[in-house]
């Protein structure tokens, strides 16, 4: 049977020999690409929320949160399988403007990526923010910043794919965050 990292790194390669640039502009090409990691068997979802919890057990800085918190949209399903695996309740925080110009979304993918907002109040609680990908961490160094200011403790990011061409490790380290991620590009 597929281990679920070998799972994993074979979706991510798929993606990457598609081959597709940051800047493109073919609508039809990056719909191509939100479809593959959709294609994901619950079954497998649910087996990878339990390998990225047990990942996460066993970090060296590892803290138990009170509640996980999911960044939409594709940090969704990761955070609803990992809440299954480690039986805590989970909240989301919802990325805003997302209304940018077409154009603009192709030529800076991340121009978008810089608000976050949390339903619920989550002060004084100690949270674990799961998501999908990080590739720069800009999103989730927002999202830390934003959840400390509410005191809120943010004991660590737990993500599925970690893009290392983006540097998001040691920009999350400088904020004192651990990153646990269960498959490197
Ligand atoms: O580390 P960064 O460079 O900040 O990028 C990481 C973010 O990019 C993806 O979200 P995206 O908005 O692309 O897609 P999604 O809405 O489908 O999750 C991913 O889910 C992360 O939230």
């Not at 790194?9 to 959709?38: F, K, M, N, S």
């Not at 121009?111 to 949270?127: I, K, M």
């Amino acid at each position: 049977m597929t281990t679920v990292p070998e799972d994993l790194a074979y979706q991510a390669r798929r993606i990457r020999r598609l081959g597709v640039p940051p800047q493109t502009r073919d609508v039809r090409i990056v719909h191509e690409l939100d479809g593959i990691l959709d294609q994901v068997h619950p079954a497998t979802l649910l087996r990878t929320g339990s390998a990225l919890w047990e990942a996460w057990s066993r970090h060296p800085e590892f803290t138990a949160p009170d509640v996980l918190l999911g960044l939409d949209a594709g940090g969704i399903l990761p955070t609803v399988a990992v809440a299954l695996a480690s039986d805590l309740p989970y909240r989301l925080a919802w990325k805003l403007d997302l209304d940018l110009p077409a154009k603009r979304r192709f030529t800076e993918p991340h121009a978008r990526r810089t608000e976050v907002f949390t339903y619920g109040d989550l002060a004084g609680t100690r949270v674990l923010i799961v998501d999908d990908e990080i590739t720069t961490g800009n999103t989730l160094a927002n999202l830390v910043s934003v959840l400390r200011d509410s005191a809120v403790e943010v004991t660590g990011i737990a993500c599925l794919i970690e893009d290392t061409t983006g540097n998001a490790r040691p920009l999350l380290e400088s904020l004192g965050v651990p990153l646990c991620t269960l498959t490197r590009l």
